[in-house]
């Protein structure tokens, strides 16, 4: 996986892992509209791409920036597809494997990235947006309808999906952040989270790119403490950035999906040659992989419309109680210095 040169802050680099960064170190930071100089507390909230391919070493770098828990939005189909993770062994290893006519077998190392995460003292909490069956070939092209719109309709439809399905997920990281003690260590009720050393803190939240579940999570959160739309939407748009160097990667991914395929004959296939389906496609897909601010700009005014707002999803879907809401603002937002 290329490192690629990316600004810092907010970006991280370090090697496979991509799209790293400190989601409160916009430019210019995060400021919080109607207050006395506050702003959006930096070193406490991390959003990267899926991080499974990351060694022993990436770990114990994450730690070091201050990350103690790692959330994990992806649902089960791309975690068990996010890194295959086999080596050849020989049987007897006690993991699951699959023999060989030679008496080799694959040894399934998935969980070892855990491990290592694990070893280096961070904590992972699966928390999938959608869980199980949502990304079969046919499910894939309902959805691939809404991200491919010339305009951000497709994606504003895509990122409601997202909130109506999200509140489980979303609460148990708010909840985690809703214990964290107040800046310059002050603690309320006597402690932070357990086990939590006060100089590390850090959540990180992913799920496979870093852009649309992790994107909204972080829009929802922002608005709540009072982030103008349009710092919100660029700090969004921040994932351009971030994943910039291996957009084509990911376009040709995209390109080659059975349901992405199957959704781009049925819909565009009619008169077309092979060769202008497939342009449609790329076309299609480069839209699929952006983050322009617009898309942002739309889902915070549907939060605005379906939900009175990002508290009252906060209230309604997620289930935050007041005694959480005040905790999760004392404990994110500081002095702007």
């Not at 909490?125 to 809404?146: G, I, N, Q």
């Not at 990281?173 to 803190?201: F, H, K, T």
């Amino acid at each position: 996986m290329p490192t690629p040169t990316l600004p810092q802050p907010p970006f991280f680099t370090i090697p496979n892992i991509n799209n790293l960064r400190d989601a409160a170190l916009l430019p210019g930071g995060l400021p919080i509209k109607n207050t006395n100089n506050k702003k959006v507390r930096p070193g406490l909230l991390f959003r990267s791409a899926e991080p499974s391919q990351l060694p022993p070493s990436g770990w114990h770098t994450l730690s070091s920036l201050g990350i103690a828990r790692v959330f994990d939005l992806r649902s089960k189909p791309e975690v068990e597809k996010g890194w295959k993770g086999t080596r050849t062994g020989k049987p007897g290893g006690g993991c699951d494997s699959e023999q060989h006519a030679n008496g080799d077998v694959d040894v399934d190392v998935r969980p070892r990235w855990i491990q290592d995460l694990e070893a280096a003292g961070l904590k992972r909490h699966w928390v999938p947006v959608f869980e199980e069956s949502d990304y079969s070939p046919a499910r894939l092209a309902e959805r691939y309808v809404k991200y491919m719109d010339e305009s951000v309709d497709g994606f504003v439809q895509a990122y409601a999906d997202i909130l109506r399905h999200a509140g489980p997920a979303f609460g148990e990281i708010l909840r985690y952040l809703a214990q964290v003690p107040a800046a310059a260590g002050e603690q309320r009720d006597g402690e932070g989270p357990s086990g939590e050393q006060p100089e590390r803190l850090g959540a990180l939240v992913h799920c496979t790119a870093g852009k649309d579940r992790t994107g909204i999570f972080f829009g929802v959160l922002f608005a709540f403490l009072g982030v103008e739309d349009e710092a919100i939407a660029a700090e969004y748009n921040l994932t351009e950035t971030g994943l910039g160097h291996m957009r084509d990667e990911i376009v040709e991914r995209l390109s080659k999906a059975p349901g992405f395929r199957e959704y781009m004959i049925k819909n565009h296939g009619e008169g077309l040659s092979e060769e202008e389906i497939a342009e449609f496609g790329r076309k299609a897909a480069f839209r699929m992989s952006g983050a322009r601010k617009e898309s942002m700009l739309g889902s915070l005014e549907l939060l605005r419309r379906e939900y009175g707002g990002a508290e009252g999803y906060l209230r309604k879907v997620v289930g935050l109680t007041d005694r959480e809401l005040e905790r999760l603002r004392r404990a994110l937002v500081v002095d702007a210095d």
